[in-house]
């Protein structure tokens, strides 16, 4: 059964994922993008991960895929579509990505993974807030000055006021 | 066991990110005209934290902090003082450019110091994981800095491309910290190399297919080829200052987070001939583009990425050799570069008109302090004896040498041959060039001026006398071993 | 539950399209998402790391990540949009972007 849902959720994740990076509108790749997001949350709710589910569907789709669409409506008109997406990088592109695919398949294939045969501790929250505030006290602070920092350098380059300066404007 | 929590280790990283915040806070009730008075906070802040870096040097017992997320050995503590200075440094050269060109962004100091605090994070990080938020820490502020300058497009496209790239250098990064994690069942450093002692069994092709995607990542922040596109454009748009500041510490957290990663600890994976090949591609590659270059900006942006050559050098040297030169080379070439950086900063008072080094023409006998100043900042590039330059690039060949790898010492003094070509046309186009226009005057601004005097002492104090240097540097090595 | 290396694969195809996405195309705000792309890759293989070990650190990760991939967002679309305000384009070609 868990086989089955896994089959499904990969496949609803893998197509969305390419219909993300090849659709022409910009818009419909975000919807997808959501797609994609959500099979993934699907995915951690079989590894036993409902906490970051759950927070997955609320970081990812309820606040930086909102965040791109509403970027996208600021920048484009959305019933414009067909502009062509791609450049002309094809043949980098296809050798880089084979390359890739086909060095991480071999890899993940020839290793023997050491699976552990304990079993979790019931609570994942609960375990994750207490490694959070203990063992990554310094990872925590750090990611809590990142945001802190990422919204200042938001407000800094999206402030618009104050003259700029004549002449400087070399569009 | 080791302690828990060991509070000293980290104060100088404390030390830079409550300046941050005091600036920020004291941003808010400062009219425009005052702003001046953050940079004079963040230089305060900036010199406790070198103090208390130079304090840490002494720290005795077990330096791991944090449940081993962070230590304070003396090659962090080293590689924390480089950052200290580059960003002390930087923000002299910026104070006067910033009340000219952007007077209302007074939050400009406290992106560069929470830069800074993720560079320190990077250097004393012994956990991939945090490795990577201290890259984080110190490149979000980053993609800022170079967009800062609303009034230019340039700096807008510099940001972009800057940060688009970025981000994908860090997916990388981070995929191949998930493989090893998955191979290890931890990121801890220490952790790893107890557990290959112990006889742990793992897949080396795996592992190695982690560590080349860590590797990919930093080498994206440190612009080794061919990971650099970047760095020419992002270096042009942004604002000169900006582009003092990251050519010099960002570059040295990357090499730092590589050696620590590769070098100091037993490695995992003999990258040698890896490390090898990028460092020949890296010198020779940046070194070649650089001579058509006509916009000084673009011209230091190649010869930064030759640096890093030079240090992909010392880096495949390894061992306590290779880290001691790395080590030393990265604090010369911070001092030099900014050096230089100031001058174009100084030279580009009026608009941004004089970027081109053609437009440099006639400087000589108009402006003969910057003039002469610079000419011993390109010398220093170029490595001429007498310099700091020179003394880097001795120990990082003669290393080569000491170590066999007499190929690539070869190719780094061919190399080094070549860029003084590149570095000349600057003199000759300063001394023996007949300015097109008439030139206008510039002033210098004091705090300009301290910048150009502490770097012009510093190239010609370590050219000189670099014992004192030079052992420092060796400590900072001999004691990771 | 599906073996291990069933998580790994999916994560490396994900993380594929990530970069193909990353090099083919010429949107910023695509790249920007085969970007979130390649994090989410990487979230799928620390996740079923720490499912498969039993090992919580790789949790606490992915949610670094998260926090990180949110801070990004912040400041990569506060660039695009502002980019998009000067040139009335976000297309990187126009911008000169990924001159390889």
């Known amino acids: 059964m868990s086989m089955l849902i896994f089959y499904i959720l990969a496949i609803v994740a893998v197509v969305s994922a390419l219909m993300v990076v090849t659709l022409r509108n910009v818009f419909h790749s975000a919807l997808f993008l959501v797609l994609t997001l959500f099979s993934v949350a699907g995915i951690y709710v079989l590894l036993e991960a409902e906490f970051l589910a759950a927070v997955q569907v609320l970081i990812y789709v309820g606040a930086i895929t909102i965040l791109m669409i509403f970027a996208i409506m600021l920048t484009y008109q959305i019933t414009s579509k067909s502009i062509r997406q791609v450049n002309e990088q094809v043949i980098p592109a296809v050798i880089i990505v084979l390359v890739f695919f086909v060095l991480s398949l071999v890899t993940l294939i020839k290793t023997s993974w050491p699976v552990s045969n304990k079993s979790l501790p019931g609570n994942n929250t609960f375990e994750i807030g207490r490694q959070l505030l203990s063992t990554y006290v310094i990872p925590f602070e750090v990611v809590s000055i990142v945001l802190l920092i990422a919204l200042i350098g938001a407000i800094i380059i999206s402030r618009q006021d104050g003259p700029s300066r004549p002449g400087q404007e070399d569009r | ?481 | 539950m599906a073996p291990l290396s069933y998580y790994l694969i999916l994560s490396a195809m994900l993380f594929t399209i990530g970069v193909w996405g990353v090099l083919r195309n010429r949107n910023a705000l695509i790249i920007f998402m085969s970007i979130e792309l390649m994090l989410n890759a990487v979230n799928i293989t620390l996740m079923a790391f720490s499912s498969f070990l039993k090992d919580f650190s790789g949790q606490v990760f992915v949610f670094l990540v998260m926090a990180i991939a949110a801070a990004e967002v912040a400041v990569g679309l506060a660039i695009i949009v502002s980019i998009f305000r000067v040139k009335e384009s976000i297309n990187v070609d126009d911008v000169n972007l990924m001159k390889w």
């Open chain 2, 1 to 481: 066991m080791m302690p828990p929590i060991n509070w000293p280790v980290i104060y100088p990283e404390l030390a830079i990110c409550i300046t941050a915040f005091i600036v920020l806070i004291v941003d808010l009730f400062l009219p425009g005209r005052h702003k001046w008075v953050l940079s004079l906070i963040s230089i305060f802040g900036v010199l406790v934290a070198l103090q208390i870096v130079f304090m840490n040097f002494g720290l005795k017992g077990d330096t791991k902090a944090f449940f081993g997320m962070v230590v304070s050995d003396a090659t962090g503590l080293y590689f924390k003082t480089i950052f200290c200075i580059g960003t002390l440094l930087a923000i002299f050269v910026s104070i006067t450019y910033q009340r000219r060109e952007f007077p209302e962004v007074g939050e400009f100091y406290t992106l560069m110091l929470l830069s800074t605090f993720g560079m320190m994070i990077m250097a004393s990080a012994l956990d991939l994981i945090t490795i990577f938020l201290g890259l984080e820490m110190m490149s979000i502020p980053l993609y800022v800095l170079a967009g800062i300058y609303r009034g230019r497009y340039r700096s807008r496209e510099a940001a972009l491309k800057y940060f688009l790239l970025g981000a994908f250098a860090s997916g990388f990064l981070l995929y191949g910290i998930a493989l090893i994690y998955g191979a290890f069942g931890t990121t801890n450093i220490t952790r790893i190399v107890e557990l290959i002692a112990d006889g742990k069994p793992y897949s080396p092709f795996f592992v190695g297919v982690g560590s080349v995607l860590v590797l990919i990542g930093l080498a994206f922040k440190a612009g080794v080829v061919p990971f650099h596109m970047w760095i020419p454009d992002v270096y042009e748009g942004a604002p000169a200052p900006v582009t003092a500041f990251m050519s010099a510490g960002p570059k040295a957290a990357a090499i730092v987070a590589i050696l620590r990663i590769f070098v100091i600890t037993t490695p995992v994976i003999d990258l040698t001939w890896v490390f090898w090949v990028l460092a020949v591609v890296t010198m020779t590659w940046g070194n070649i583009l650089a001579i058509n270059q006509n916009n000084i900006k673009r011209m230091l942006a190649y010869s930064s990425i030759a640096h890093v050559g030079y240090l992909l050098v010392a880096i495949t040297v390894g061992g306590e050799e290779g880290v001691s030169s790395a080590a030393f080379y990265l604090l010369v070439y911070t001092i030099m570069n900014i050096g230089a950086f100031a001058i174009v900063v100084l030279f580009a008072e009026r608009e941004e008109f004089y970027e081109n080094i053609s437009d440099y023409a006639g400087f000589g006998s108009r402006f003969p302090f910057a003039a002469i100043t610079m000419t011993i900042f390109m010398a220093s590039l170029g490595g001429i004896p007498g310099t700091a330059g020179f003394v880097g690039k001795f120990m990082i060949f003669s290393g080569a040498i000491n170590h066999g790898f007499y190929w690539l010492a070869v190719i780094g003094v061919l190399n080094s041959l070549v860029s003084i070509y590149y570095y000349l046309r600057v003199v000759v186009a300063m001394y023996m060039r007949q300015p097109q226009t008439r030139l206008v005057d510039i002033a210098i601004s004091p705090s300009l001026m301290i910048a150009i005097i502490i770097t012009l002492l510093l190239v010609i104090q370590i050219g000189i006398f670099p014992d004192n240097w030079l052992s420092l540097a060796k400590q900072a090595a001999s004691l990771a071993f």
